[in-house]
């Protein structure tokens, strides 16, 4: 399966080639990505966003048209083969209009971060968020997504394994590891 990331005319395209082994989802697939790097986007966005693809694959998964220019789209969507939106899967630490308007547009809302918890919880008591409850939140460890960003180059071959909550990954002969931590947007009362 070869899926392409957009290309902006200045964007730095990385080719990865990622076995992945989600235990946890059964999923097994190798990927072979082009992930176009926006002038804009950090190394540690770019990692961010390639682990949400890859923790979320599913037939219909695609990266943004309009890669980080493009504040309609998810960075990561998922639709069915008529074209309706059915999971939006957004990185870092979107406004609570953006995840409000996710939660509105797809049944499935998923956020991958490495931001600290209390600060998500802040930003979605901001406003009222669409069936807040139901986005789904994986927290990366920075740590992680800063080892494996330092290992990438233009051609990488990798290996990203869950297993019970635990996220692995294998790059060069070394091995990254984290725990990939599930939280709600929803304060704890």
Same mark, same amino acid.
């Given at each position: 399966?070869?899926?392409? %990331?957009p290309?902006?005319? /200045? ?6 080639q990622? /076995?992945?082994? *989600?235990v946890d =989802?059964? #999923?097994?697939?190798?990927? *072979?990505?082009?992930v176009?790097r ?5 190394m540690?966005?770019?990692?961010? $966003?390639?682990?949400?693809y890859?923790l ?6 695609a990266?943004s048209?309009?890669g ?7 960075p ?5 083969? +008529?074209? #309706?939106? =059915?999971?939006?899967?957004?990185v870092?630490?979107? +406004? @609570?209009? $953006?995840l409000h308007? %996710? ?6 809302? %998923?956020?991958f ?5 209390? !600060?998500l919880l802040?930003? @979605?008591? @901001? =406003?009222?968020?669409? $069936? !807040?409850e139901?986005?789904?939140?994986? =927290? ?12 990438l180059d233009?051609? +990488?071959?990798?290996? #990203? ?8 990954i294998?790059?060069?002969?070394q091995?990254?590891?984290? /725990? ?5 947007? #929803?304060?704890?009362?």
């Amino acid at each position: 399966m070869e899926e392409w %990331a957009p290309m902006a005319l /200045t964007a730095t395209i990385y080719h990865f080639q990622i /076995t992945l082994s *989600d235990v946890d =989802r059964n #999923v097994y697939e190798a990927l *072979d990505l082009r992930v176009a790097r926006h002038p804009s986007e950090t190394m540690r966005y770019l990692v961010t $966003r390639t682990l949400a693809y890859s923790l979320s694959y599913e037939e219909g998964i695609a990266f943004s048209k309009g890669g980080l220019s493009t504040a309609e789209e998810a960075p990561v969507s998922v639709r069915d083969a +008529s074209g #309706v939106l =059915r999971a939006w899967i957004d990185v870092g630490s979107p +406004s @609570a209009e $953006r995840l409000h308007k %996710a939660s509105k547009a797809a049944g499935r809302v %998923a956020l991958f971060t490495h931001v600290e918890h209390a !600060l998500l919880l802040r930003e @979605a008591s @901001a =406003r009222a968020i669409h $069936r !807040l409850e139901q986005i789904e939140v994986f =927290r990366v460890e920075p740590e992680l997504l800063d080892k494996l960003a330092a290992q990438l180059d233009k051609n +990488s071959k990798f290996e #990203v394994v869950r297993t019970d909550g635990q996220l692995y990954i294998t790059i060069g002969g070394q091995t990254l590891s984290s /725990t990939l931590t599930q939280c709600s947007l #929803v304060a704890a009362g």
